[in-house]
């Protein structure tokens, strides 16, 4: 093998020298100046991709020929002959990325390599330098000219067939082929616009009957792709525009309709005359058209009314491709129509388009001069072409409809490719016609597209099924039966498929667990709705006739399954099912709001009847606590011991626990929660461990179960306030903390957390003197385990090499607290309305609570409070401390809390690495602030001499605010203003602005330094209005809000002196500020905070005066980044003008701010 097929074939191999080389080649140019290469040292050389191509075509070309000549003599090709199909493929590749640079780009490289050769400027010359570019370029042109060759003439490649062997040439393979086109068609967008223009208009156009179709749909096609690259040259996408008329009715109109006429004729001979050949250019010729429509944004009606100014139907072709048998052809045509008809409904707002702009033009001439006419021709052309988009809508509807029969027989004979492709055909065909559907125009035409779409509905393959229901999405309404007609359908696709759960079946199916868990959650569910909609009684009949059924008839190993479906279907349509059944005894003005609101989402429809909307609910009612009951007394789901049914069931039960606790039917809620119960105690002792079946679920029982129980508890606490259930919700809670080591279902965190939160809440509906032994009972297995995991750390801290086993237990750690603050803050917000009245009783267990893990959380945090999870944990209980302290009895357990976080926060400060973690600390302090703010705020001031029972609280309240403050800000200032952590810090300083001012203006940023945290923080603010960073804009922004909101408050002797502290700082940033205010809302700014600069705005503009706010606006409206024009400025200022004499002024400091 020669040389460079050499360093090809070793390529294809994966030698890391031969890619190197090859990389580096289509890169850069060498240059040669040794006598090895046969050269003369005086006339160097460079060598580059164009030198080694040209090498590497000779070397084929006489590969090919001495393997044509070894078949000649010997009827045999020679053993050591290479298949060089991949290295062809391998160097138009490589090629590539050599064609993608223009000839200026190329010339610059050369020119690049000459500065860098130290011979060149010792022995050459400006003369020859301009010789070896010249030459660069013309061997680029003799390269990419026999390329063009070997593309587009056909006789030259080698094609031998005897008896017994055959051999081709590999430029005459279709793969090597494409690559070689894409090849021509980089090199001709590299080198301008004008220049493919003359490849297209000067050489294709002309000369299409005698060029090689494959080629010339392969090229065309390649033009588009290269043209919409980022690398492609400006104006590349508006020559397309230009040329697109002249190529579609002269190139890809002719091409398109004979490869069709020829793709299901023709015997296998020559390349270029064989059925295969037929279909490969007419796939390649759709896929073109489809590149150039969506590179010119061209729609299917241009695509028409160009063709049928040339004497040419295109859709006429597009029907009779229908027919194909190659999925290659399907493929690409269903490509193709998806393309253009999404761009004939982008265009459908064209009428409001012309409507707005003829508006526009008439306003800036006299107002009794409006363009009536341009108006109505606006109006006239939008209807002209919307009755032109029917009418090729209808075209292809109706030809998609006559393949029901077509279909059918490719559904028997298991044919995938082409059923997907004509669904896909009809899916894009729904979506373009909806408004023609829904103005009943089509008089039964959609009938055949319909029937269609049912039958793949049915097809045992998702990627065909799916897209038929995408299809009904836009389908189905309230006018036919087409929703009945496919319910039992989507219910049957609802079942679990069998070969999935181990049991057996009929047919292969092509998706593993995790996908069908996938389709059914999401793709299903939204069909389901939307069917639900359009037939709200018959869907709720239906499903509660399928669980009445399953539930009374002999089980078998399939009950379970479509048991479990049947809920799937009820539980799809909760969020609607459930409002509509508690309609049932709702007032007629209830029942007339609803009416008003379905007809206002159905424009369509006429106003519904209220009586009609009763009875439905009254169905809703009926049929739902039917099958609560129903279900509550089937013996068979304890033998099923199925997770997949309880799972359900507890969906089922959860999301409809608004209306269990609503319904006036006796018993159905006690039967729901004997369910959820059960379903509980199940859950929590067979499948507790991930294993089996359960490894194949998104979610567990037990996760379903727990969350159903708190979403029926939450509604109704007293209704599980019995020992019974009592008895079982202890148990399952003991389950979860009797295997503390193993990480099965039951030991998830939000699982635990969830549980702990509803019994917690049955808890607080007991009688107030058994809630200490009972939350003492709750909480006791989670203090247990804090202590044993508190044990095994100090034994690893002890033993070498267990870091990992440490980790993993202080966040077990971190995890326990969790539970126990969710204990307390639940229970908390369950009673403190209840017992408002005591708060003694409501806070004693609480505290007795807090008293016992006490000790342990300040271990931790002093200790091991070194990742994000244990300082969230920590914060969490921190919180709940304020919670239970904000009517300030005693500020002892407070204190304590406050010692915590200060430790928390020396630790953070002392380790930048953890600052990334504080938000979750940040936010105790914020509350910290927000409960006990003001005391500080009167102690500071002085002005508490009256309160002198509550004096010394409010010192100690003003002493521990003060030093949280400022161990918070010590951390911002040694993370130098982290960007990451100044949201939570602008929200902390502007609940100290609202509640404790004067506090937050007299702490100094450096201990024993003068710098003020107030200053520090508004200057930092000032300059983040500028960032990238929304949250941090927004949080600025607001903090600057609130500051100058302050200064409008009504004054006294204290407050004077905050403001003239703010006054000094504030003032010399106030133009500057109403500056990129101004400059950040004509399109700096983000749209999401739009909202907060207009507020600041308003609340700057407040405390300046008059005249200098028309200054400073006027200035701001002159800056550049206000190009909207003179009027618009003017109308700006004239708004401005008008809302700062509607603004009220309030006097600062003894006068304006400014």
Same mark, same amino acid.
């Given at each position: 093998m020669?040389q460079?097929?050499?360093?090809l074939?070793r390529?294809?191999?994966?030698?890391?020298?031969?890619l190197t080389?090859?990389e580096?080649?289509?890169?850069?140019?060498?240059?040669d100046c040794?006598t090895?290469?046969?050269?003369d040292?005086?006339r160097p050389?460079?060598?580059?991709?164009?030198?080694f191509?040209n090498?590497t075509?000779?070397?084929?070309?006489?590969?090919?020929?001495m393997a044509?000549?070894?078949l000649?003599?010997?009827?045999?090709?020679?053993k050591?002959f290479?298949?060089?199909?991949?290295?062809?493929q391998?160097l138009?590749?490589?090629?590539?990325?050599?064609?993608?640079?223009?000839?200026?780009s190329?010339r610059r490289?050369?020119?690049?390599?000459?500065?860098?050769?130290?011979? =060149?400027?010792?022995h050459?010359?400006?003369?020859?330098?301009?010789?070896?570019?010249?030459?660069n370029?013309?061997?680029?042109n003799?390269?990419?000219?026999?390329?063009?060759?070997i593309?587009?003439?056909?006789?030259?490649?080698?094609?031998v067939t005897?008896?017994?062997?055959?051999f081709s040439?590999?430029?005459?393979?279709p793969?090597?082929?494409?690559?070689?086109?894409?090849?021509?068609?980089?090199?001709a967008?590299?080198?301008?616009p004008h220049?493919f223009?003359?490849?297209?208009l000067?050489?294709?156009?002309?000369?299409?009957n005698a060029?090689?179709p494959?080629?010339v749909a392969?090229?065309?096609?390649?033009l588009?792709v290269?043209?919409?690259?980022?690398?492609a040259p400006?104006?590349?996408? *508006?020559?397309?525009?230009?040329? =697109?008329?002249?190529?579609l009715c002269?190139?890809i109109?002719?091409?398109?309709q004979?490869?069709?006429?020829?793709?299901?004729n023709?015997?296998?001979?020559m390349m270029g005359?064989?059925r295969?050949?037929?279909?490969r250019v007419?796939?390649?010729?759709?896929k073109?058209?489809e590149?150039?429509?969506?590179?010119?944004?061209?729609g299917?009606?241009?695509?028409? *009314?160009v063709?049928?100014n040339?004497?040419f139907?295109i859709?006429?072709?597009?029907?009779?491709?229908m027919?194909?048998? +190659?999925?290659l052809?399907?493929?690409?045509?269903?490509?193709?129509?998806e393309?253009?008809l999404r761009?004939?409904i982008?265009h459908?707002p064209?009428f409001?388009?012309?409507?707005?702009?003829a508006t526009?033009?008439?306003?800036t001439k006299?107002?009794s001069s409006?363009a009536?006419?341009d108006?109505?021709?606006?109006?006239?052309?939008?209807?002209?072409?919307?009755k032109?988009?029917?009418?090729?809508v209808?075209?292809?509807?109706?030809?998609?409809?006559l393949?029901? =029969?077509?279909f059918?027989a490719r559904?028997?004979?298991?044919?995938?490719?082409?059923?997907?492709?004509?669904? #896909?055909?009809?899916?894009? !065909?729904?979506?373009?016609?909806?408004l023609?559907?829904?103005?009943?125009k089509?008089?039964?035409?959609?009938?055949?597209m319909i029937e269609?779409?049912?039958?793949?509905?049915?097809?045992?393959?998702?990627?065909?099924? +799916?897209?038929?229901l995408?299809?009904?999405?836009?389908?189905?309404?309230q006018d036919?039966?087409l929703?009945t007609?496919?319910?039992?359908?989507?219910q049957?696709?609802?079942?679990?498929p069998?070969?999935?759960v181990?049991l057996?079946s009929?047919?292969d199916?092509?998706m593993d667990?995790?996908e069908?868990?996938r389709?059914?959650?999401?793709?299903?569910?939204?069909?389901?709705?939307?069917?639900?909609?359009n037939?709200?009684?018959?869907?709720?009949?239906s499903?509660?006739?399928?669980?009445e059924?399953?539930c009374?008839?002999a089980?078998?190993?399939?009950?379970?399954f479509?048991?479990?479906?049947?809920?799937?279907?009820?539980s799809?349509? #909760?969020?609607d099912?459930?409002?509509?059944?508690?309609?049932?005894?709702?007032?007629?003005r +209830?029942l007339e709001a609803?009416?008003k609101a379905?007809s206002?989402?159905?424009?369509?429809?006429?106003?519904?009847?209220?009586?009609?909307?009763?009875?439905?609910?009254?169905?809703?009612?009926?049929?739902?606590?039917?099958c609560?009951?129903?279900?509550?007394?089937?013996n068979m789901?304890p033998?099923f011991?199925?997770?997949? !049914?309880?799972?359900?069931?507890?969906?089922?039960?959860?999301?409809?626990?608004?209306?269990?606790?609503?319904?006036?039917k006796?018993?159905?809620?006690d039967?729901?929660?004997?369910l959820?119960m059960?379903?509980?105690?199940?859950?929590a002792t067979?499948?507790g461990?991930?294993a089996?079946l359960?490894?194949?679920?998104?979610?567990s029982?037990?996760a379903?179960?727990?969350?159903?129980l708190?979403?029926m508890?939450t509604? #109704?606490?007293?209704r599980?306030a019995?020992?019974e259930?009592l008895t079982i919700?202890e148990s399952?809670?003991?389950y979860?903390?009797?295997t503390?080591g193993?990480k099965?279902?039951?030991?998830?965190?939000e699982?635990?957390?969830?549980?702990?939160?509803?019994?917690t809440?049955v808890i607080?509906?007991l009688?107030?003197?058994k809630?200490s032994h009972?939350?003492?009972?709750?909480v006791?297995?989670t203090?247990?385990r804090?202590?044993?995991l508190l044990t095994s750390?100090?034994?690893?801290?002890?033993?070498?090499?267990s870091?990992?086993s440490?980790?993993t237990?202080?966040?077990?750690?971190s995890?326990?607290?969790?539970?126990?603050?969710c204990?307390?803050?639940?229970?908390?917000e369950a009673?403190k309305? /209840?017992y408002?009245f005591d708060l003694?009783r409501r806070?004693?267990?609480?505290?007795?609570?807090?008293h016992?893990?006490?000790?342990?959380v300040t271990?931790?945090?002093?200790?091991?409070?070194r990742n994000?999870?244990?300082? +969230?944990?920590i914060s969490?209980?921190l919180?709940?401390?304020?919670?239970?302290h904000?009517?300030?009895?005693?500020?002892a357990?407070l204190n304590e809390?406050?010692?915590?976080?200060?430790?928390?926060?020396d630790?953070?400060?002392?380790?930048?690495? !953890?600052?990334?973690n504080?938000t979750p600390?940040i936010e105790?302090?914020?509350?910290?602030?927000?409960s006990f703010?003001?005391?500080?705020?009167?102690?500071?001031a002085?002005?508490c001499s009256h309160?002198?029972?509550?004096?010394?609280y409010?010192c100690?309240?003003?002493?521990?605010?003060?030093?949280?403050?400022?161990?918070?800000?010590?951390v911002l200032q040694?993370? /130098?203003?982290?960007?990451d952590?100044?949201?939570?810090?602008?929200?902390?300083?502007?609940?100290?602005i609202?509640h404790c001012?004067?506090?937050?203006?007299?702490l100094?940023?450096?201990?024993?330094?003068?710098?003020?945290?107030?200053?520090?923080t508004?200057?930092?603010?000032?300059?983040?209005?500028?960032?990238?960073q929304?949250d941090?804009?927004?949080a600025?922004?607001?903090?600057l809000?609130?500051?100058?909101?302050?200064?409008t408050?009504?004054?006294d002797?204290?407050e004077?002196?905050?403001k003239?502290k703010?006054l000094e700082i504030?003032?010399p =940033?106030?133009?500057?500020?109403?500056?990129?205010?101004v400059?950040g809302?004509?399109?700096?700014?983000?749209?999401?905070?739009?909202?907060p600069?207009?507020?600041l705005?308003?609340?700057?503009l407040?405390?300046t005066?008059?005249?200098?706010?028309?200054q400073?606006c006027?200035?701001?409206?002159?800056?550049?980044?206000?190009?909207?024009?003179?009027?618009?400025k003017k109308?700006?200022?004239?708004?401005?003008?008008?809302m700062?004499a509607s603004?009220?002024?309030?006097k600062c400091?003894?006068g304006?701010?400014?």
């Open positions: 020669d460079a097929l050499s360093i074939d390529a294809l191999k994966g030698d890391t020298g031969a080389f090859l580096r080649t289509s890169a850069i140019y060498v240059y040794t090895n290469s046969g050269s040292p005086s050389k460079i060598f580059g991709a164009w030198d191509l090498q075509l000779h070397e084929i070309e006489r590969h090919e020929a044509l000549a070894s000649s003599n010997t009827s045999m090709v020679h050591n290479v298949v060089l199909d991949p290295h062809v391998l138009a590749t490589m090629a590539r990325r050599a064609a993608r640079r223009s000839s200026a190329d490289l050369v020119e690049v390599c000459l500065s860098n050769a130290a011979h =060149f400027h010792e050459g010359s400006n003369e020859y330098g301009h010789y070896l570019i010249e030459n370029q013309q061997m680029r003799r390269v990419m000219g026999r390329i063009a060759t593309t587009f003439d056909f006789g030259n490649h080698v094609h005897n008896s017994s062997h055959s040439s590999a430029f005459l393979n793969i090597c082929m494409d690559n070689l086109c894409s090849l021509v068609a980089t090199n967008i590299a080198t301008g220049e223009s003359s490849l297209v000067g050489w294709i156009v002309p000369s299409m060029m090689p494959y080629s392969s090229v065309v096609y390649h588009a290269e043209a919409l690259a980022k690398s400006r104006g590349s996408q *508006d020559m397309l525009k230009n040329i =697109f008329d002249p190529l002269k190139v109109a002719p091409l398109l004979e490869s069709v006429r020829n793709s299901d023709g015997d296998s001979e005359c064989d295969n050949n037929n279909q007419a796939a390649m010729t759709f073109a058209l590149k150039w429509c969506s590179a010119i944004s061209c299917m009606k241009k695509v028409r *009314d063709c049928l040339n004497n139907d859709i006429e072709v597009i029907s009779d491709s027919y194909s048998d +190659s999925e052809v399907m493929d690409a045509l269903s490509e193709f129509l393309t253009t761009k004939n982008n459908q064209t409001f388009q012309e409507l707005a702009t526009a033009i008439s306003v006299d107002m409006i009536i006419p108006l109505v021709r606006a109006e006239t052309e939008m209807e002209s072409e919307m032109e988009r029917e009418s090729i209808t075209e292809l509807i109706s030809a998609i409809g393949q029901r =029969f077509r059918g559904l028997s004979s298991g044919d995938l490719g082409v059923c997907r492709c004509l669904v #896909s055909i009809a899916r894009s !065909l729904s979506e373009a016609s909806q023609v559907l829904r103005s009943k089509l008089n039964g035409i959609e009938k055949g269609l779409l049912v039958k793949a509905i049915s097809h045992p393959s998702r990627h065909v099924y +799916s897209l038929a995408e299809a009904f999405a836009f389908l189905l309404n036919d039966d929703a007609q496919i319910l039992p359908i989507l049957s696709k609802a079942i679990i069998p070969s999935l181990g057996s009929g047919y199916l092509d667990f995790d069908f868990e389709f059914r959650e999401f793709h299903l569910n939204d069909i389901l709705c939307i069917c639900y909609i037939c709200r009684s018959y869907y709720i009949d499903c509660c006739m399928a669980v059924e399953f009374t008839m089980p078998n190993s399939h009950t379970p479509q048991l479990e479906a049947a809920f799937f279907c009820l799809a349509v #909760s969020f099912a459930s409002k509509r059944a508690l309609l049932a005894n709702a007032a007629p +209830s609803v009416a379905s206002s989402q159905l424009p369509e429809t006429k106003k519904l009847d209220i009586n009609v909307i009763a009875m439905d609910a009254a169905n809703h009612d009926e049929k739902l606590a039917r609560i009951l129903l279900l509550s007394k089937c789901i033998s011991s199925n997770p997949f !049914l309880l799972c359900q069931i507890c969906k089922l039960l959860g999301r409809y626990a608004n209306w269990l606790s609503k319904t006036n006796s018993g159905v809620f039967a729901a929660a004997g959820v059960f379903c509980f105690k199940e859950s067979k499948f461990k991930k089996g359960l490894e194949e679920m998104s979610t029982p037990f379903e179960a727990t969350s159903a708190r979403s508890i509604r #109704s606490p007293q599980f019995n020992d259930y919700l399952g809670w003991l979860v903390y009797s503390p193993d099965g279902v039951a030991d998830n965190i699982d635990r957390i969830t549980l702990c939160a509803g019994i809440k607080s509906a009688p107030h003197d809630w009972s939350l003492s009972n709750l006791g297995p203090i247990d804090i202590d044993r750390i100090k034994d690893d801290i002890e033993r070498p090499g870091q990992e440490l980790d237990r202080v966040i077990d750690i995890e326990e607290f969790r539970v126990f603050a204990i307390v803050r639940t229970f908390h009673v309305s /209840q408002n003694d806070h004693l267990p609480l505290l007795g609570l807090l016992k893990v006490w000790p342990s271990h931790v945090a002093r200790t091991l409070c994000e999870m244990m300082i +969230s944990s969490e209980i919180l709940t401390v304020i919670s239970l904000c009517d300030g009895r005693d500020s357990l809390a406050c010692g915590i976080a200060e430790s928390v926060l630790s953070v400060s002392s380790e930048q690495n !953890l600052a990334q504080i600390l105790f302090v914020k509350e910290m602030v927000e703010g003001h005391r500080a705020e009167i102690h500071d002085k002005a309160l002198s029972s509550s004096k010394s409010d100690s309240i003003q002493i521990i605010t003060e030093k949280l403050l400022k161990k918070s800000f010590y040694n993370n /130098q203003f982290n960007g952590v100044l949201p939570d810090f602008f929200s902390l300083s502007q609940s100290c609202r001012p004067s506090l937050f203006m007299s100094d940023a450096v201990p024993n330094q003068r710098n003020n945290i107030y200053s520090m508004v200057k930092a603010a000032i300059s983040s209005i500028t960032t990238r929304i941090l804009i927004r600025s922004l607001l903090y809000n609130e500051i100058f909101i302050s200064l408050l009504p004054n002797s204290h004077m002196s905050s003239r703010t504030i003032n =940033f106030r133009s500057e500020l109403i500056q990129v205010l400059n809302s004509c399109g700096i700014f983000p749209r999401e905070i739009l909202d600069v207009g507020m705005l308003v609340s700057i407040k405390t005066l008059p005249n200098e706010s028309e400073l006027v200035k701001a409206l002159s800056s550049d980044a206000f190009r909207l024009g003179d009027d618009a109308r700006s200022l004239g708004d401005l003008t008008e700062l603004l009220n002024h309030p400091n003894n304006y701010a400014a």
